[in-house]
């Protein structure tokens, strides 16, 4: 269980994370598909590259969000000893 | 309540049980693809590919009956992570994203990943902002953890209407889009397909509720995945001597990008706030496979993307699914897991409208000399593609596809024995059920627990209540049956403005219930309310055109306004009492018992002393 004084520092530190991981998701998801024009004359395994990167890619970096978003939460959780008692 | 301990359980022959149903699914396959060469009749083969999936359904869910409110509307609180996340990812697609999208990628290309980038998203917004949160209150409808979350029962009826709304709509595009696919399969009519496939749902989910659907939904999942990747791979081979569609269609892109132009498809710039998903019925391909924003607009594009991952994010038909998870750190993993699963469908869907679209650029670039080529014959045959006879050739002008039969069109045109096409088919009869499986069961869910019992937080007996959750059951599929037979609608767009009212209305409010601790039970009221309205109306104005934003993305102008409202009402108002304080502080720290149950059981003692 949670000590009384940490749960301010917690979430502090969680909402941090939060938005250090959701804003660089957020502006690649508004940014990525506007220059898919410019970056279709490249192409990488035979695709265009903006398309690659806005399915393939977009994916991967979907992904890869999650789940380092989950692995830091989770140390965040240890932490500060909000962690479920299992 | 004693099943902390043994609820967290997982049953560890979970695997051994999926093992066994996709096996009989492939044996299925592989029994009807040899009954074929030995020349069975094709209606018999048809009518065991339809009968036969939905009886291994319906038995799927007679054996997860449970009497258990837990169980009933939590599937026990112990469903792990990687089903969790498969269930999730299926059920946010549906059949429509698979059916209709694969035309949606097949006429309009690049610009149809505003479907695929809002449904990651929207599992990434999940994941960070409500997911571990709602999964640590362990609410079992959305409304009830509104009425909980801030000790009000106005505003869990009011939640309770505006989210049986949208989980109505999807309800009925997933029957609608499962029977037409259905009527391609057997033959019947559509009206008779519409209920056979209402009673299946019910059968199948009712003696169970949410864990009848949890387990019933991932056996649908396997044959919808099953179904799709057999055939994208058997393409694949045929075609690029690899069976990983998704990483190998890029030579194929290529050549789109090369010859397309060159026969004829010109990119006409689209309007910012254009946003043209194909309809149902008949199209000519409109623009060059690669090519962004010819159909859609950039700011269109970038809107349609939020508004989607703001609707699956909150979704009342998805969000509950993650509190029957065993923990908190399950309920965070399994978005991953939806994340994978959902990409990496949507990759293989894009797969398939390239492979289409690579028949139909052969086509088109080979002269018409005598008879048509056997597969077109085959396609228009089928009702999948009509072909104008007094064109002097091959364009892509005089070739029309229906968007809802892509994807039912490649087995044909790849040459493939017919069972391969009649095996999607009932893959996608398969994702029709489950999304209309999730969406019956938390719109019972939400109808008999916050509607019918919404005035009192006391549980009734047990029997009872799942009792009437069962009705609700049988009441919301015939609703939705009905709601399909009276009023047809394109399925992509009730999906959408689905989205558009959830993303409006109950989004934001979930947002700030765990993200703004001074959020008041009044201003969660004005703001999901005003948001809801604001959405429909613009939605209403949009398809009486007085209001020129496509009618697709028009809801979405609820959001900032529920969000606005929300707050300022909440700056006005100061009504946080101790007890909302205690529960979102508690609501944000994973360890610790579960709140519901700690607000039920308080309740409950509260009554007895009165008593």
Redesign the interface.
Known sequence: ??ERKE?KP??RH??WQ?LA??LP?LAV??VL??Y??EL?RS??????L???L???G??VI??V???S??NR??AI?HWH?????? | MSFSARGRMVNPRLGTYFGIFASLFAALFLLTLISEQLALSDRILRLALFAGPLILYAVIGGSVATQEPLGYFAAGRRVPAGYTGLILAMCAMGSTFLVAGTGAFFFIGFDALVLMIGGLAGFVFMAMMLAPFYRKFGAYTVPSYLGRRFESKGLRLAAAMVAAVPTLLVLSAELGLGASVAVRLTGFSHSALVLILAGAVALAVAPGGKRGFTWCGVAQAIATLLALCIVAATVAVIVTSLPVPQLTHGPLVRNLVRNEVNQGLQLLAAWPLQFDLPGEGLHALAKPYTSPFGAIGTVGFTIGGLMIAAGVASAPWLLPRVAATPGVYEARKSLGWATVFFGLTMLTVTSVAVFMREYVLELVMSERIGALPVWLTEVVGAGLASFDQNASGFTFDSLRFDRDGVLFALPIAAGLPHVFGYFLMTGMIGAAMLGASATSVSLAAILSEDVVQGLSWNEEANRNRVWLARCFVVIAVTCGGTLTLLAPTDPLRLVLWAFALTGASLFPVLGLSVWWKRLTKTGALTGMLAGFGTAALAIFASESGALPIPSAIAGILGLPVATAIAMLVSSFVRETSRHDLEVVRDIRVPGGEIIYDREMRRLQLKANVRS
Do not use: C
Request: net charge negative.
């Open positions: 269980m949670i749960r917690y979430w969680t909402k939060m991981s959701f998701f998801m508004i598909p506007l898919a024009e279709n192409r990488f395994l035979g695709f265009p903006g398309y690659f806005a399915a393939h977009f994916f979907a992904l969000t999650v789940a978003y989950v939460q989770n959780d000893g909000a962690h479920e008692d299992t």
